[in-house]
């Protein structure tokens, strides 16, 4: 006897794999992901029922609320002046239409149901960070020393994000819905869950790794505040305490030993070297480097003939991370103790000659390539933006002085915004006219996406836009979601150094995790925090 499957079960099938197809997408394949979209949209209308969704839509205002979003990215057309790139941004914000409608108006998923996709989500996460390691393993590591090129399928930064909520929802199910887990399941989870933070530390995304610290401390915080024991809560909040304190320790203690201004007398200074030829004598920059001063005991002339002697790049030209060479032989030699002459550069060997020319400023980033270094990196910006303004490839410090140009633009297109299409064009006409000197390659984005919300819409498009992010959680009561605060917290922490929605990949990973939890669930149970 032939079985047949009923038309809404079949459907329903096919938006489940729709789902399926969209999670595993998301950190592997643009081309996967565009093809899920696309098969829940068509399912979705072949299904029917239109009478019975617009009841539910009309029930659920929060969904039209939430997918408003787009319809003022698309409003920001009619003033915008570049309409390619416009439309380009409402094409990448279509998941903020299409995904609530589909997801909104389908029959709701039942827990097994979510923790299925996010644990699917997960696995190809791990599948995208083996692949990232494999091809490291076989390529080697940058020649430029930068790790966080190893993401081989997007922008590091964004990849770190999809790295932090898997391994949010790993560690979820590793401790939570206990009883719908088997032991040797939450070992594989938590085994999982280890593996990403070791791939996390190894990116040194260090966006990703902050924020990774900071549901840390909201896992140990939740985990407190659910425990009935005092003592057991007590020691939760000292974790934390004790976290962060360590974390801000380690930073002041590297800032004092590298960058701290020690007093320096000019008249006690050698005026010649070995050579004969004079020194030039600095410190008015006030730049260091491992607590020396790099503009102390330079002899320009010796550096680069001795430099072009030794190295296939120019003294003149810029090492393989766009840094000035000249800048960064300075830093080096200074980081080992040397003066800057040809004297020192004959000390060096071709391992030094190496780091130099791949833009490894400082020796010690040979033994100390992890965390360190990224953290010595910042730290580093921000006292040569504070003591010189020189913010070309630094990526700290030109985030921070894009609020410069930004503030120009914010000021003369204060209520409306300047459209959809607009706002990096203003971004560089800003900059010119302030004259400031930002890195060749970049393209007026403000990497703060509050700012970009801010400079495309205007005050009434921006209290507008986030009023309709922020209104169905507050209706649904979402918040008591901890997952769900856990992926905010991801996101926004995110927002401050990244245009996090005008990726096409953020912008679907915001728009299902947020229609995940909002409208595609129907279980209370899990909603408590």
Known sequence: MKLTIPREEYHRRIYLFGLALLVCSLPLSRFLLSISQLLLAVNWIASGRFREKTALILRRPSILIFAAVFVLYALGLIY???METGIARVKNALPLLMLPLVMGTSLPLDEKHVKRLLLLFSAAVMVASLVCLVNYLIHGAPADGDF????????????????????????????YNLSDSFRYERVFLFVMACLLIAFLFFLRSFTGIAIFIAITALFLLHASFRSRRR????AFALMVTGLFLTLLLFTVRTWVINFQDKPVSLSGLETKTAGGNPYTHNIHTGVLENGEYIDLYVCDPELKKEWNKISTISYDSVDRRGQPVSLTIRRYLTSKGLRKDSAALARLNKTDVWSIENGLANYRFRENSGLYQRLYELLWEIQLLSKTGYVQQHSLGQRLAFLVPALTVMEKNFWAGVGTGDVYD??????????????????GKPH????????????????????????????????????????AVIVLMSMFTLDTLESYDSMVFFAFFYCLFVFATDYCESRKA
């Open 426 to 443: 203003a971004m560089l006409r800003a900059a010119q006219t302030e004259r400031l000197a930002f890195d060749p390659l970049w393209e």
């Open 231 to 234: 003592f057991v809560r007590y």
């Open 80 to 82: 915008t002046q570049h």
């Open 448 to 487: 703060n996406q509050f700012l970009f919300h801010f400079l495309a819409f205007g005050l009434a498009g921006f209290l507008c836009l986030w009023g309709c992010m922020v209104y169905p959680v507050l209706i649904s009561k979402t918040s008591r979601l901890f997952l769900f605060n856990i992926f």
């Open 148 to 175: 966080r090129k190893i993401s081989v399928f997007m922008l590091h930064i964004r990849f770190s994000l999809m790295i932090v909520m898997a391994i949010a929802v790993l560690l979820y199910y590793t401790f």
